[in-house]
């Protein structure tokens, strides 16, 4: 049985296909609540935590919400999940923040800026303190999904090039990496079959093979799409991510990616040439 707590902030459509399946059940609630998170869990070995405001624009437009979700709601998900379940965090690598060295690591120091880094930061942390957790620091998402995000970098990227036939990117030399939805799927599916190796540890989780400047992505991208591309001088990520993420430690363990760059992109290609996707924080 699978159980999905979700307030249904952007709707829910995408999940209509699960109800098809006798082993689904959905519930409509808020992590923030301590009575539906203690309800949620009953009868549940584990618990995957992705509820949170995600990502530099959503947290900067929403700050409050930012908090009392990513930290708050996290503190209430532990309590709930007690010292003997298991819970798997969806993480992210702007915890680290700008750094010094040419690879990042799990050992690398945390140094988050954004206020997206350090309420994810301070929820991983209170998880691994607390609870029996895998916790999971993904690569940038992207790729198509049921609820598609705009403002993931290559989303955005490939639909402004199709949309205004022209993309103006600034830090194009910054060294970014990235992971497709499906393969964030399947890490969680790892982890519950693995959990006994990987509980109470951290894990980057991509590939070394999607570690890619801005620039480069763009040119994968021109190989799709015919548009002009502009690098700016101005301009900057305010998690200041320009680095390359060693992946050895989930690796190690088993578990590797399986969709490429220039396939997420064809993909990514396909689908937005016949939908239109509004994306939320464009004006932000």
């Known amino acids: 049985m699978v159980r999905i707590l979700d307030n249904l902030m952007y709707g829910g459509t995408g999940l209509l296909p699960n109800f098809r399946n006798p082993s689904f059940e959905f519930l409509s609630g808020d992590i923030r609540d301590e009575r539906t998170m203690a309800d949620a869990v009953k009868g549940c070995d584990a618990i995957i935590h992705l509820a949170a405001v995600v990502g530099f624009p959503a947290c900067r437009k929403y700050p409050e919400l930012a908090e009392t979700v990513n930290v708050g709601g996290t503190k209430v998900v532990a309590r709930a999940a007690g010292r003997d379940r298991l819970v798997l965090f969806g993480s992210t690598g702007s915890n680290y923040g700008a750094l010094e060295q040419d690879e990042c ?69 910054f060294m970014r990496t990235f992971i497709h939805v499906y393969d964030i799927a399947r ?15 951290v894990y980057n989780v991509g590939s070394e093979a999607m570690n890619y400047s801005k620039a480069q992505v763009c040119e994968v991208i021109r190989r799709k799409v ?17 680095y390359v993420v060693s992946y050895k430690k989930i690796n190690s363990v088993g578990f590797a990616t399986s969709i490429s760059l220039e396939e997420g992109i064809d993909e990514l290609v396909r689908a937005l040439q016949v939908i239109s996707v509004q994306n939320p924080y464009s004006n932000a």
């Open 105 to 173: 690591t799990e050992d690398t120091p945390l140094n988050p800026l954004s206020l997206y880094g350090k309420t994810k930061t301070a929820a991983e942390r209170h998880l691994l303190d607390n609870c029996k957790t895998i916790a999971y620091r993904f690569a940038t998402a992207f790729g198509v999904s049921p609820r598609l995000r705009l403002d993931l970098l290559i989303n955005d990227f490939v639909s402004t090039a199709l949309k205004l036939r022209y993309l103006v990117v600034y830090e194009s030399h």
């Open 187 to 201: 890490s969680f599916l790892f982890a519950l079959d693995h959990a006994d190796a990987m509980a109470g540890q």
């Open 226 to 242: 015919d548009f002009y591309l502009h690098c700016a001088d101005v301009g900057e990520d305010a998690d200041k991510r320009n």
